[in-house]
């Protein structure tokens, strides 16, 4: 079978009917997944957050009504952030090194997202991803390179689409200095 490109001309794999994959893979974050990590982790996120993959908001908006100050922007304009941002074409800056990152970065490129927010020396680091990201040998390299300190699957199925159609099995990589190393499941809040 030979790779698809998606809509960012990105080849990936996959199967099934991809017509019916919304534009650039964007899926909002539904509140739940957000709340349990900022709940397990409050004391150890730093003040000031990151969301640079924030689509329309929605775990910015999870995350400020945790009482975070949050910077939020987007490679898209979709009404919400600062849009126009790719975050893998963002510069080391100083400032970077004071703030907690967290997204949920496409699916396609986590990857790329991954290496880039340690380049950028985030202190602490929360990526969602699909529980099964590092069953895959091309990603070898990437976990010796940068082990999670804790990876957190979700005790509950998430439904992106609010169809109620629940089927995908996530999780929650977390890297930082203060981050205990833990495997713990996240409870549905």
Not at 68 to 76: A, G, P
């Amino acid at each position: 079978m030979a790779a698809r490109k998606n809509n960012l001309g990105v080849a990936v794999a996959g199967g099934g009917d991809q017509s019916k994959r919304s534009e650039n893979d964007f899926y909002g974050t539904p509140p739940e997944p957000t709340t349990a990590m900022l709940q397990h982790y409050i004391d150890v996120i730093p003040r000031v957050v990151a969301e640079l993959s924030c689509g329309k908001g929605h775990m910015s908006r999870v995350i400020a009504a945790h009482g975070f100050t949050v910077l939020s922007s987007d490679r898209f304009h979709r009404g919400y952030g600062f849009g126009g941002i790719d975050f893998l074409s963002l510069p080391e800056i100083p400032a970077w090194r004071k703030m907690g990152l967290i997204m949920n970065p496409p699916f396609f490129a986590a990857d790329d997202f991954i290496e880039h927010a340690h380049r950028l020396g985030f202190p602490f680091i929360a990526m969602f991803l699909k529980q099964t990201y590092w069953n895959a040998a091309k990603r070898h390299d990437l976990w010796k390179k940068h082990p999670p300190k804790a990876q957190h699957p979700l005790t509950w199925r998430v439904d992106f689409t609010g169809g109620g159609n629940a089927t995908m099995d996530c999780m929650w990589c977390v890297w930082g200095d203060s981050v205990t190393p833990s495997n713990e499941p996240l409870r549905k809040p």
